[in-house]
């Protein structure tokens, strides 16, 4: 990931597990690809790029990978040269930031305004006191809680533009980080440069965001497992089919800290200041646009699942499987159910949620 939010280690896809099985026949021998894993934004970054040759979609993955360590440098807080570390060196005054930047940034408070602050790109200063996945293993004394989230409140954050140059401001002292929205809205960039370069086919896993160009070889869609909570890395509890989307997950499994007899997980309330305390296991979106997938997997992990399944209900837009915190019953809405096969025995409920 790209900054405190969410450390995921995936060593190989999970989507490309899950298509993989049963699925080697579909590839016309026409068809060359080309595979690589490497390491950025904090995490393990694997592509497969399809070609008329091999040789041609290596050559895309070096640019694809040129082209997303220059995005990554846009969204992250830990270098020096980062517009969003100006931005909150110079918080209380406006910042000129390159457009991807303001994009990201509009995007992450769009989700921030219709999540109800569910997700909050301001809670910066409350992660850097809990430190959970980045060396913390206790809970924070209530005093340093309450100081940080007195800075916490996406209200304040302006976006702007004149002249076709873009602006950024936060309010004094307070910290933005785009870790919860920007690795999403990276892998659809990626899919776009690809396309735009000629790839009409492309599996890419950014630390467990799965995004996808186009169809899987055969023109079928491409078969993504959601990774079970209980599970190792590649475990998962459903199949469901998906092309040129964004395939994105988020649960407590990912990063947490035990202290006290109790177990603290890594997405934290900006009401509160701490992990939030909910009913779900994991929350996967369906999405062309990932940045809106990564952000709102937060925000309805964060709502717990009745109110998910409320913001669910009451929006078409949203396609998303929720699995409870005891890993026995799962949601999904209309739009993903007619995809998805729940694989895991254990799983005793599958519900449709209805739109109304």
Request: charged share 25%; with cysteine; aromatic share 6%.
């Amino acid at each position: 990931m790209i900054s405190r939010r969410r450390l995921l280690s995936s060593l190989l896809p999970l989507a490309a597990v899950a298509w993989c099985r049963g699925s080697e026949a579909l590839q016309p021998e026409a068809e060359g690809f080309a595979d690589r894993t490497t390491f950025s934004m904090d995490t393990v970054v694997s592509f497969r790029v399809y070609g008329p040759t091999a040789e041609q979609a290596k050559k895309w993955i070096d640019l694809a990978q040129e082209e997303m360590n220059r995005l990554a440098g846009l969204m992250t807080v830990h270098s020096d040269a980062s517009p969003l570390l100006d931005v909150i060196r110079n918080s209380g005054h406006e910042v000129e930031v390159p457009q991807e930047t303001a994009e990201d940034v509009s995007a992450a408070l769009t989700v921030a305004r219709d999540s109800d602050g569910a997700f909050e790109p301001t809670i910066g200063k409350v992660v850097d006191v809990w430190k959970i996945g980045f060396g913390g293993k206790s809970v924070p004394p209530k005093e340093k809680i309450e100081e940080a989230l007195k800075y916490v409140d996406w209200k304040k954050v302006r976006v702007s533009e004149r002249d076709g140059r873009h602006f950024i401001r936060i309010a004094p002292g307070q910290d933005i980080d785009m870790g919860g929205i920007a690795k999403g809205d990276i892998g659809t960039r990626l899919a776009r440069y690809l396309e735009s370069l000629g790839a009409k086919r492309a599996l890419l896993n950014l630390g467990g965001n799965v995004v996808l160009l186009g169809t899987a070889p055969g023109g079928k869609p491409w078969r993504i497992g959601l990774q079970h909570p209980r599970e190792e890395r590649n475990g998962f509890f459903a199949v469901l089919e998906a092309e040129s989307e964004s395939v994105i997950t988020s649960g407590a499994y990912e990063r947490n800290i035990e202290a006290g007899g109790k177990t603290y997980g890594h997405i934290l309330s900006p009401k509160t200041g701490y992990p939030v305390e909910t009913d779900l296991s994991s929350v996967t979106i369906v999405d062309r646009d990932g940045a809106k997938a990564d952000a709102w997997c937060t925000a309805l992990f964060a709502l717990g699942g009745k109110r998910a399944r409320e913001v669910l209900s009451r929006r078409g837009d949203l396609n998303a499987v929720l699995m409870s915190s005891d890993c026995t019953t799962v949601w999904m809405t209309e739009g993903i159910a007619a995809r998805c096969v729940v694989t895991d025995p254990e799983v005793m409920e599958r519900v449709v949620i209805p739109r109304g």
